[in-house]
């Protein structure tokens, strides 16, 4: 199976860039105008429809008429189904671009305008989208459809993984202190992290640069930007090393992996205190995100459930549980566990995969550091 991600990358947009974004925006409502007009839905029929007026009004390579005409039709369809009257347009500046019309560097892109006239960008990067390269120009990834708007330019990656047909299912709780992760085998993973204390480390340096911008706004203004680089650098480095724990555990027991659809979730629903200061807090998200990814690289499914209720219902009979201390919370029917463990074991539930029979009683508790390095 193909595995692709789009990967963002940031860049300075020029006159030129701008120029080829509004004429590719002009280019696509040219084509809707004409498929509309005259009722086409099929792509090689508008493609031969309106290449010799596009020609004339755009010198341009081929290869945009054919993405502008395929990018018109899929706004036709859409604006169709949703039963909307007259004709989408196209408002915002992006494009795409077909392998054929780029090139990529790594570090730079170089688009093909027309024949022997290329424009060049220069990616900015960080090190998410660094690994990316890394790995790309090792010949372990390639690059799909390219999307370009104002600000981004995002490049799909594309790896071709065997997709594992997953033996056993591990899910994971995502919480402001650590990460639980069991399975039915059972294994449970404790994973200490340490993105609360970065959060609420750099929550107050923040708050008291804040105070100091009344007096010294410029000083305040380069300090607010220096700890808010560092904050986002530190987060990011503390998911990546969670993420990779977790994924290689997995990875090495054939996992697929199971988690709580945060997403969708608005705030006025009152999930329970601790669901509900898991959403304010703007870590989960992203350490779900770097799990999911990786665990797509190495093949591995990933499927979210609803998370409703899997800290508060007893996943050996289904009743109310009760707190009973500060991490246990305990069931009528006589079962007690870790709160973390039990919201991983309603997961599974949840998943139809059999809950661990040890579990039940007596967990094996596989104890991993934050800095361990082993894993
Ligand atoms: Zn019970």
Redesign the pocket.
Known sequence: MEVILGVPFSYSINGEVRRLLEDFRDMINFCIDYAYRRKITSYARLRKGVYEEWKKRWDYSTHFCHSACKIALAMLKNHRRRSREGKPEARKLFMQLDPQLYKFYGDSIRISVKPRRFLYIDLKYGEYQRKFIDAWREGKLKTGEVTINEAKIIIPFKKDVDLTNPKDWIAIDVNESNVTAVSSNPHILKIESNLRTTHTTYFNIIRSIQKLSKFKPKTAERLLKKYSGRRKHKAADECHKISKKIVSFASEHKMGVVMEDLKGIRKRIDYGRRLNRRLHSWNFRKLQFYIEYKARLNGLPVIYVNPKGTSSL?P????KLAPNGHRLVS?????EDDRDVIACLNMLRMRGAPLPPKALHEPLTVEVRGRDESL
């Open positions: 007893c050996v009979c289904g009743g069931c009528e029917c006589g079962y």
